[in-house]
């Protein structure tokens, strides 16, 4: 695991759940240094698993199945592989645990999907020709604000080749929430979060840790901007305030996808201030078409599409 790389990456404006940080950190925090960090009040609201099970075959071969009920029909071209699961002519693509940027194959069975990979798997549902709908499983509380919107474009793009639904789990928040809305249509369970329409940063000052072991760094450095927000110093008011602009820039960014996808007014967005709603508030909201659970919502979009 590329410990360097996470904690890197957690210093750049993320569209995620703080409940994602907070697992993230608990489970690698000190072995990135950083002690048994907490940032959330709710621990047990951790990253959501894959909503695939595993079953051994007559073979006693572990081989993956469906969390929703078969179909009575084969799958198209049986046994060729692809990079989604197939539920009769659905592609099924599973947005679940930490969102990445790069990565193309890492995926939840890890805790974390890319950005990369889900493109990979959008495109070649949209090109398979036995493949009539996607649903995307969504169970993610978010992750990068790098290459988020991308992949909004695109699946809100592939509306016009191929319909599309995503469904929640228990959870589509940040950048889930921003994926999943671009699909066509969009439903979730009594019971769930989505929303979190914001974004945020994180900044570690570890010049008291640092003093108590003794230590005193000295960073030598060309360029007036070279190690703006360095971790061994409070954070100076110029840069906290550059961060801030970076933040907001990106949640206008944010909820212009939101308000393309959902046929919303930006205000409208702007003014649910990053608060997360359970399903029946959420389709008052706007943020969801219908409150049904994954089976119900599949079958449906299954007549749908004929």
Same mark, same amino acid.
């Given at each position: 695991m590329d410990l360097v790389s996470i904690r890197a990456r957690m210093t750049r404006p993320l569209v995620a759940d703080l409940r994602t940080i907070d697992a993230v950190l608990s489970a690698i925090g000190p072995r990135m240094g950083l002690g048994p960090a907490r940032l959330a009040s709710d621990p047990m609201r951790v990253i959501g698993g894959r909503n695939l099970a595993m079953e051994d075959d007559e073979a006693g071969e572990r081989r993956r199945i469906s969390a929703f009920p078969p179909l009575d029909m084969e799958s198209p071209r049986p046994g060729e592989w692809r990079p989604y699961d197939v539920y009769?002519?659905?592609? =099924?693509?599973?947005?679940?645990?930490? =969102?990445?940027? !790069?990565?193309?194959?890492? #995926?939840?069975?890890?805790?974390?999907?890319?950005?990369?990979?889900? !493109?990979?798997?959008?495109?070649?549902? =949209?090109? *398979?020709? *036995?493949?009539? #709908?996607?649903?995307? *499983?969504?169970?993610?509380?978010?992750?990068? $604000?790098? #290459?988020?919107?991308? =992949?909004? *474009?695109?699946?809100?793009?592939? !509306?016009?080749?191929?319909?599309?639904?995503?469904?929640?789990?228990?959870? $589509?928040?940040?950048?889930a929430y921003a994926v999943a809305s671009s699909a066509a249509g969009m439903a979730a369970p009594r019971v769930c979060d989505v929303g979190s329409i914001g974004v945020w940063s994180l900044h570690w000052d570890m010049s008291k840790q640092l003093e108590a072991e003794g230590l005193a760094p000295t960073l030598v450095f060309a360029g007036d901007h070279k190690i703006d927000g360095h971790p061994f110093a409070a954070l100076p008011d110029t840069v906290r305030d550059r961060m801030q602009r970076d933040a907001d820039d990106i949640r206008t960014l944010f909820a212009e996808c939101v308000a393309r996808n959902r046929g919303l007014s930006v205000d409208a967005v702007l003014a649910t201030e990053a608060d997360v709603y359970a399903g029946a508030q959420a389709l008052e909201t706007g943020l969801i078409d219908e409150v049904a659970d994954r089976h119900a919502a599949v079958a449906e979009f299954l007549e749908v599409i004929g």
């Amino acid at each position: 695991m590329d410990l360097v790389s996470i904690r890197a990456r957690m210093t750049r404006p993320l569209v995620a759940d703080l409940r994602t940080i907070d697992a993230v950190l608990s489970a690698i925090g000190p072995r990135m240094g950083l002690g048994p960090a907490r940032l959330a009040s709710d621990p047990m609201r951790v990253i959501g698993g894959r909503n695939l099970a595993m079953e051994d075959d007559e073979a006693g071969e572990r081989r993956r199945i469906s969390a929703f009920p078969p179909l009575d029909m084969e799958s198209p071209r049986p046994g060729e592989w692809r990079p989604y699961d197939v539920y009769g002519p659905l592609a =099924l693509i599973c947005v679940h645990g930490v =969102l990445v940027s !790069r990565g193309a194959w890492i #995926g939840a069975d890890c805790g974390m999907t890319s950005y990369e990979g889900l !493109r990979i798997q959008i495109d070649t549902a =949209l090109a *398979d020709p *036995d493949i009539r #709908g996607i649903v995307f *499983d969504v169970n993610s509380g978010g992750g990068e $604000a790098a #290459g988020c919107f991308d =992949l909004a *474009d695109r699946i809100y793009a592939a !509306r016009q080749i191929k319909p599309s639904l995503a469904i929640v789990g228990d959870w $589509a928040c940040s950048a889930a929430y921003a994926v999943a809305s671009s699909a066509a249509g969009m439903a979730a369970p009594r019971v769930c979060d989505v929303g979190s329409i914001g974004v945020w940063s994180l900044h570690w000052d570890m010049s008291k840790q640092l003093e108590a072991e003794g230590l005193a760094p000295t960073l030598v450095f060309a360029g007036d901007h070279k190690i703006d927000g360095h971790p061994f110093a409070a954070l100076p008011d110029t840069v906290r305030d550059r961060m801030q602009r970076d933040a907001d820039d990106i949640r206008t960014l944010f909820a212009e996808c939101v308000a393309r996808n959902r046929g919303l007014s930006v205000d409208a967005v702007l003014a649910t201030e990053a608060d997360v709603y359970a399903g029946a508030q959420a389709l008052e909201t706007g943020l969801i078409d219908e409150v049904a659970d994954r089976h119900a919502a599949v079958a449906e979009f299954l007549e749908v599409i004929g």
